[in-house]
């Protein structure tokens, strides 16, 4: 009997060997850009790829265990003290970069590498090129010439203008945590397909969810205590709500340079019995917080995605955020539906939508429960990981 042979057909392309490159790594990082790069890499390896997650070393000792490879290549401090990332700190980790991918053309099919820095994607690019290395370059935001000018001034702002462009043009395929950027991507690079991340399945179905809550109504704010949060903003409109809802309170979660102002000003306005300043806590107090709070107010001028309102939804809390050109939050957000998206942060806008989410009350709290539960179920990050496998895939077979 002739034994017949099976051949792979040309066609036929393995799992990639893939590498992201970003300088912080959850849960030793806690932000949300953090929680997405480590599910692609558990994503990816699931799939069947080695992935390498080259970072900062921020450890004494050996790397941390993953169920992926963590490759740290510089160690150092990346913020100053006031929470803002340091040009120097930048151009260190891309230099740590250009050396890693730069001994290494040949041992990556895919690179995702994050544009915060943008720094990023030009090392990696310059170490790549000429290899067959597909590149995905991942944009948080992308900011137009008047916020960099506003952001670093005259003359910084329009160098990193100029660098954002010219970041944006290299690489192979693009991906976006909001439509917004997704938009702004394709004003600066004409052709190009972004691929907009699904993050709401990041956040876990939480156990027994309940729509009720406790006699004494509170808001709750999570997150860092820097300028673009605009905490401080939320103050004056505490005051506002109080007037039409008298036992409200607020309780503020996590720390940063402006903790010290924001301190001052609750004193200011005459807000010590009110406001509770809890700084961080466990992982289970958070969720004990956040699923008895009336709402989540989070009234940030600038968000890549804004997970923190789908975390809030999945324990049936509503949220307030603002309208903003930078808050990808406010995407998230459908007015009668998950919360309400405030017109702006001056006193009398914050307080009303505070308002119309409290006095809503349960049925807006079941509504959220349901949209998170939708949303969760139609499209997440798996799907996501599968187009840019797909679109890697089209490349190579091209």
């Not at 702006?344 to 006095?359: G, K, M, Q, R, W």
Request: aromatic letters at 8%.
């Amino acid at each position: 009997m002739q034994r017949r042979i099976h051949r792979l057909s040309p066609l036929f392309v393995a799992e990639p060997r893939v590498a992201i490159a970003y300088d912080c790594l959850f849960p030793i990082n806690s932000g949300g850009g953090e929680r997405v790069y480590r599910r692609m890499a558990e994503l990816l390896t699931e799939r069947g790829s080695e992935v390498d997650y080259v970072t900062r070393a921020q450890w004494d000792g050996p790397a941390p265990k993953a169920g992926f490879s963590v490759v740290p290549v510089w160690r150092g401090a990346i913020y100053d003290s006031s929470g803002t990332r340091t040009p120097v700190s930048a151009v260190k980790f891309a230099v740590a970069l250009f050396r890693h991918f730069r001994a290494r053309r040949g041992a990556y099919d895919v690179v995702i590498v994050s544009a915060l820095p943008f720094l990023n994607v030009f090392a990696v690019q310059l170490a790549l090129t000429g290899s067959k290395t597909f590149i995905v370059s991942d944009w948080l935001e992308v900011w137009g010439w008047r916020q960099w000018r506003a952001y670093s001034g005259a003359l910084m702002g329009t160098v990193a203008s100029v660098l954002q462009f010219v970041a944006i043009r290299v690489g192979n395929l693009h991906t976006v945590n909001s439509l917004f950027t997704g938009s702004r991507i394709r004003g600066y690079r004409r052709g190009a397909t972004p691929v907009t991340l699904g993050l709401i399945d990041l956040v876990g179905a939480a156990p027994d969810v309940t729509t009720e809550r406790g006699d004494e109504p509170y808001l709750i704010f999570i997150g860092r205590h820097i300028a673009d949060k605009r905490l401080i903003d939320l103050l004056p409109a505490l005051l506002e709500a109080r007037r039409q809802i008298s036992d409200l309170r607020l309780i503020i979660v996590g720390s940063g340079p402006e903790t010290a102002a924001v301190t001052a000003r609750i004193t200011e306005l005459g807000l010590d019995e009110i406001v509770t300043l809890a700084g961080r806590v466990s992982d289970a107090e958070l969720h004990t917080l956040l699923a008895g709070a009336r709402a989540l107010v989070n009234p940030s001028r600038r968000e890549g995605f804004g997970l923190v309102v789908a975390e809030a939804a999945a324990v049936a809390t509503p949220s307030v955020v603002v309208a903003g050109p930078d808050n990808a939050a406010a995407e998230l957000v459908h007015n009668g539906v998950n919360g309400f998206v405030a017109a702006s942060v001056a006193p009398h806008d914050l307080a009303s939508a505070i308002v119309t989410v409290v006095t809503a009350g349960e049925p807006l709290r079941r509504s959220a429960q349901v949209w998170f539960e939708q949303e969760r179920t139609a499209g997440g990050l798996g799907r996501s990981i599968d187009e840019i496998l797909q679109a890697y895939r089209s490349a190579k077979t091209r």
